[in-house]
């Protein structure tokens, strides 16, 4: 039996009429943290956008959170993009107007020539309008822990610690835990980069031993990413059959696994 016309307008109400509150998603902010500059943090983040893109296209940006050094939109060639995220706070206009596609991957990239003082920015707020448009945004952070670092830090819902193999760095690193554990800020996994298997360097075992937490990431030290980075070129597409391209192609991989669950 058919229902009647008016049960079918019941059933096609709009949810809300229903009191079924459904909330639009909201995409993933995933920050890439390191303790002090030099380890591969922001080449991490501009692989990790680009192998993201390659498997889910417009859906992912990347941002670049490290207001007083920025250097992501160089990992793409972009050396004067015309529209900054210090031009979105300093001129207080829309985030989104800052959003540029650069070799197919979305980015709202810093200015290297901004000689303003940089004032502490709320980056959650910042960013919260573009979290209706991107399935995954990923930042790229300040190193250390200082105060740009930890309102990045807030922003995001999950992070990813790159490292590398000596024994100074890991030691440092640990800070970076610190502070993720004292923010509340749920850990994806640490990435740890340069590894040369040097009879120096620290085993994995030991690293994943020291830092308690689990390695998603093993990129090798490679010279390949020395000259995709000279070139503008994310390694990923640059050589995709180097040593390292292969590795951020995995952990792009780990990343997207960790999203379905």
């Known amino acids: 039996m058919e229902p009647k016309k008016h049960q079918l307008a019941t059933l096609l109400k709009p949810a809300k009429e229903h009191g079924i509150d459904i909330k639009p998603r909201q995409a993933r902010v995933i920050g890439v943290f390191s303790c002090k500059g030099g380890v591969g943090k922001t080449t991490t983040t501009a692989n990790l956008a680009m192998g993201l ?9 990347t941002v670049d959170a490290n207001l007083g050094a920025p250097n992501l939109g160089l990992h793409f060639g972009e050396l004067t993009p015309k529209i900054t995220v210090h031009d979105a706070i300093a001129n207080e206009m829309p985030i989104e107007d800052a959003i540029l596609e650069v070799q197919g991957v979305k980015g709202i990239f810093g200015s290297i020539a901004y000689e303003d003082e940089v004032r502490l920015v709320d980056l959650r707020e910042l960013i919260s309008p573009l979290r209706k448009k991107f399935k995954i945004i990923l ?6 822990i200082g105060g740009e670092v930890v309102a990045a830090m807030k922003a995001c819902n999950e992070i990813i610690i790159v490292t590398d193999p000596y024994v100074p760095t890991i030691a440092s690193t640990l800070k970076t835990f610190r502070a993720a554990e004292r923010y509340k800020v749920p850990i994806l996994g640490v990435v740890v980069n340069r590894v040369a298997g040097d009879p120096f360097e620290l085993p994995m075992s030991e690293i ?13 030290e490679d010279k390949k990413v020395r000259e995709a980075t000279a070139a503008g070129i994310p390694v990923i597409r640059y050589y995709p059959r180097s040593k390292a391209a292969k590795e951020f192609e995995r952990l792009a991989d780990a990343v ?3 999203m379905k669950k």
Do not use: C
């Open 53 to 61: 893109t390659e498997k889910w296209g417009a859906r992912v940006l």
């Open 208 to 220: 994943r031993k020291a830092l308690g937490w689990p390695v998603i990431g093993v990129i090798p």
């Open 256 to 258: 997207i696994e960790r």
């Open 139 to 144: 930042v790229d952070s300040a190193p250390g």
